[in-house]
């Protein structure tokens, strides 16, 4: 079946720069995900990209899609102590009717 | 303001007790979903729904049930609680492929 990738843990400094990346084996990925869940929480929709972008921002937030290579990464500019979470890549496509294949999770710490 | 709702969001409960876990969503969403989270926090989708009268089994095998009888409500439920039930279980719903909306989840001990 299709599957999600990402490495488990991550540790920068604030105010760094973070960069979390994700592979996918989906050739025919419609839609990318990058999904956050704090301690206690349910998973909140951060961002999504559409397969035929190469990049998105939105403010901190900047999402870059490499089809050709099937990777994902998601940086997080000037990181902050509440950015602390476990981050989600996951998509989704017509192979998979529709349902959202999730990656493992990347926990995201902040150090001082 | 939450879109989609979980009671109880903990339950601590006997085993052999029965148990229905509520998720309730307000957006006309015909798509919901149940996963299980381990404590290592991978997702596993264990029931899911296309539509009233609609369930299906997920990729991990489960002993609990769901039914939907309402569109937008989605309850799971377990006949007889084991401690292996232990998890953490958030309920999803969606209305087109711009992602999926959380509950907050329900943290469920079994003793």
């Known amino acids: 079946g299709e599957d999600v990738e990402q490495s488990l843990f991550l540790s920068v400094r604030e105010g760094d720069s973070s960069v979390i990346n994700c592979t996918y084996t989906d050739s025919s990925s419609t839609y990318l995900y990058w999904y956050k869940q704090e301690p206690g929480a349910g998973l909140q929709l951060l961002t999504y990209?559409?397969?035929?972008?190469d990049m998105k921002q939105d403010q901190r937030l900047t999402v870059l899609l490499n089809k050709k290579d099937k990777h994902l990464s998601l940086r997080i500019a000037d990181t902050q102590t509440g950015d602390s979470a476990i981050y989600f890549c996951?998509?989704?496509?017509?192979?998979?009717?529709?349902?959202?294949?999730f990656g493992s999770g990347t926990r995201l710490s902040i150090r001082p | 303001e939450a879109d989609i709702y979980q009671t109880p969001r903990y339950l601590v409960i006997g085993t052999g007790k029965k148990i229905t876990l509520e998720c309730s969503q307000t957006m006309g969403h015909d798509k919901m979903y149940w996963y299980q989270q381990d404590p290592g926090m991978e997702l596993h989708l264990i029931h899911y729904?296309?539509?009233?009268?609609?369930?299906e089994k997920g990729d991990l095998s489960s002993e609990s049930t769901v039914s939907r009888i309402r569109t937008e409500h989605f309850p799971l439920t377990l006949e007889s609680a084991r401690p292996s039930h232990t998890s953490q279980y958030l309920c999803a719903s969606s209305g087109s492929p711009d992602g999926y909306t959380f509950g907050s989840g329900t943290r469920l001990t079994v003793v």
């Open positions: 996951a998509e989704s496509s017509f192979s998979s009717a529709s349902k959202i294949i």
């Open positions: 729904s296309y539509g009233v009268n609609s369930t």
């Open positions: 990209i559409f397969s035929n972008m």
